[in-house]
């Protein structure tokens, strides 16, 4: 009997669903990006365009990322039961986004590398058969950035209940990350047909490793922004402030609780478990401070302490 009690109060650690949407998304990009990098790779070989070739093989980098998202979505959904993983597998794909994030810096190094090679050492370029493939890549990699995009939830953006509170919708970190490497590719398929287009009638073949250069800028900009929000997560720093003074005023509107320890951590996309621990003279029952907080929406796990106050 004491065995069934303990059941009934049970429950499992999953604050996060994988949207079967996303895996099909990343799967259908996934396949597109490798066709379109072996044909840039084998067209920029028949053609001795070193411009499709190092795109080519910057898409590999690419596919690698997308493949990484991929995989942390399956592993999230194969463990989302498994009992060790305290607080459920969204860790993992947060993993395998910081992991896609220091591959997207490693090709901004590539394309640096590559361009300031081209500023001292020039080659020649099939100009037009070039120009054919890169705008299919181009068309391509839109495409893909079209199809992951649709349904992304936009970044901090904000959503108020019926009793006033302020409740935080967060985009999908793993689809924002392939979505940041499909964009570098279509940046650096803009930026490769300007090359292009320049020193094909202006002659100015300069201006080919000056927009690797300037693509380079921007991607570091783009790894370096998604490094810093997802190590933030692994590493528990991600503070809710606004969240932490709702909980406060709630538990402290009958002037006599007071929260003395508080902690609160991400557990999902806009799931917090919670720890708090409670001081009051006359402290009201466990089950009534859980209640009140269930207005908090984003709270999917919450222990509370109470210490009765002499």
């Not at 059941?7 to 597109?32: A, D, G, R, T, W």
């Not at 047909?193 to 009638?201: E, P």
Request: hydrophobic share 45%.
């Amino acid at each position: 009997m004491h065995q069934n009690n303990i059941q009934i109060y049970q429950h499992l650690h999953n604050f996060h669903e994988v949207k079967e949407s996303n895996i099909e998304k990343v799967s259908f990009v996934v396949i597109i990006t490798m066709l379109t990098m072996v044909a840039e790779i084998i067209f920029g070989w028949i053609f001795n365009s070193m411009a499709l070739l190092s795109d080519g093989w910057h898409m590999a980098t690419h596919a690698s990322a997308l493949g990484i998202t991929l995989f942390t979505y399956f592993i999230a959904k194969k463990h989302r039961n498994d009992s060790r993983y305290s607080f459920g597998t969204w860790k993992v794909e947060i993993l395998g986004a910081y992991t896609s994030a220091i591959l997207l810096g490693i090709v901004g190094l590539f394309v640096i590398y590559s361009s300031l090679g081209r500023i001292f050492n020039p080659v020649n370029i099939h100009y037009n058969q070039a120009l054919i493939v890169a705008f299919i890549g181009l068309g391509v990699n839109i495409f893909c950035a079209v199809i992951l995009n649709s349904g992304r939830d936009a970044s901090h953006r904000h959503n108020h209940d019926e009793h006033g509170h302020t409740h935080h919708i967060t985009h999908d970190l793993s689809i924002r990350s392939a979505y940041l490497h499909v964009m570098a590719d279509v940046l650096t398929s803009v930026f490769a047909i300007l090359a292009l287009l320049g020193a094909k009638l202006f002659h100015l073949s300069i201006l080919d490793p000056l927009m690797g250069v300037l693509s380079s800028i921007l991607i570091f900009r783009w790894s370096f922004g998604l490094l810093k929000e997802t190590s933030a997560i692994l590493l528990d720093k991600d503070k809710n402030q606004d969240l932490i003074n709702e909980i406060k005023a709630i538990i402290e509107n009958d002037d006599d609780t007071v929260i003395s320890d508080l902690h609160l951590w991400k557990v999902g996309q806009n799931k917090y478990s919670c720890i708090l621990s409670l001081v009051a003279s006359k402290p009201r029952n466990i089950n009534e401070y859980k209640e009140s907080l269930k207005k908090v929406h984003e709270l999917a796990h919450i222990n509370i302490e109470i210490v009765k106050c002499k």
